[in-house]
Each structure stands twice: as C-alpha cells, then as structure tokens.
C-alpha cells in the first residue's frame, strides 16, 4: 500500500513509520515554511524590541516552531538573555502545549492555555482576563487574520503588535 505524506515536519519520521508496517511512504508536503533567521522581517524585531522595553503586557504565542525561530534571531542579535528576561515579567498565553512546551524550554512560565487552541479561543481568554489598556504581543504561525487584533482595540487593548518568524509556501 501507498500512503500519502502531506506533512512538511517530521515527514521522514511518517515515512519511516509508513515502512516499518510495509508500506510505501509517499511525501507531498501540501505546506512549507520559509523563514530567514539571519534577515528578520520588520515585524519580528518591533515585536523583540517592544518585550525587551518592557512595552507588553500579555504575550500570545501561537506556535512553536515561531518560537524556535524566534529565539534564534534573538540570539544573532545578542538579545535573547534580555528576551527571556524581559518575557518572564509578563502574562504569557500559549495556543496549546506545544508553544507552552518550547517556552518551557526558555525557562519562560505559561499564564494560560486556552481549552479551545484557535485565535478564538485565545481572544476569549484575553478578553477575560481584561484587555483594558493592555499592550498585547502576538507571535502568529504564517500569516495572521485582522480578527483578533480587532477584537482585542473593540474590547479596549492599547496597542496590538502582531509578528510571523515564518511564511507558509
């Protein structure tokens, strides 16, 4: 039998699983992700800049590999001891236990990880927990929807700073 691998991540691992059980591994990636560690997008170095001057809050984190990429970019630029520093003053929100877990990784402390892993679900925490004059942090996976940085400005957060380490392709 055949099986199709449409993973981009761990896609070697499937196929060595596929093989184990005699099939045959087929590898398709449907998605990849480009990021330029060594030529950080804009974004990315406002969002390091702003944690780094005490200028946040709440971070959200939504992914991990984001975060992988992160790190490493604060690190090139000899900031991340700051980064980490500077992180572990805020409220932390993670979009499920593999964020959590790679800042876990940092010695960074999760506040809180939404029981429903979408946007949404972290929008109803945040907003739960008050977003009223509140400069919130977020490090997206690929690109991000307008949805929740405005519904976070209609609930009352001052300032919304959005970055991506990553684009899909």
């Not at 490493?72 to 805020?90: D, F, M, P, Q």
Request: proline share 4%; net charge positive.
């Amino acid at each position: 039998m055949t099986i199709a691998i449409t993973a981009s991540r761990r896609a070697s691992e499937l196929a060595h699983i596929v093989k184990s059980f005699g099939g045959r591994p087929y590898l398709a990636p449907t998605i990849g992700i480009e990021a330029d560690l060594k030529k950080p997008k804009e974004d990315v170095l406002k969002f390091i800049d702003k944690a780094i001057a005490g200028e946040v809050d709440y971070a959200v984190f939504m992914t991990a590999p984001g975060i992988f990429s992160l790190f490493t970019i604060a690190k090139r630029l000899g900031l991340e001891e700051k980064l980490i520093h500077s992180l572990s003053k805020v409220a932390i929100f993670a979009r499920s236990l593999k964020p959590a877990s790679a800042l876990k990784k940092h010695g960074i402390q999760v506040s809180m990880i939404p029981e429903e892993n979408t946007a949404k679900g972290i929008c109803r925490v945040l907003i739960t927990r008050g977003v009223v004059g509140k400069r919130i942090a977020i490090l997206w996976h690929g690109d991000y929807p307008q949805q929740l940085r405005e519904e976070l400005y209609k609930a009352g957060a001052n300032s919304v700073i959005e970055a991506s380490t990553y684009r899909y392709s």
